[in-house]
């Protein structure tokens, strides 16, 4: 496999590995949030949206759970192989 396909296959598997936790505690606070809202049957919007907002603002507040850390990790590989890319062909 070409090394460009090799980094396009990296950098999709650093994003997923970045997100997924973000996405899957958002998951579990709109689960959560939709159960309470059947339960007591509330219509409000702004109930079902406010939750998520503040759990943004906590994970931007606190890191992320590591996904600088895996994006900072991407771009190091990235550059080291900035040479074996430059020298290639692209055909």
Known sequence: M???LQLLHMALTTELEAIT???MVLLVIGLVTAIFQSAFQIEDTTFSLLPKIFAMIAIGLFGGFGALRVFEHFAVMLISHAPGLVHQTWS
Request: glycine content about 0%.
């Open 2 to 4: 070409p090394l460009y």
């Open 21 to 23: 936790p973000i996405v």
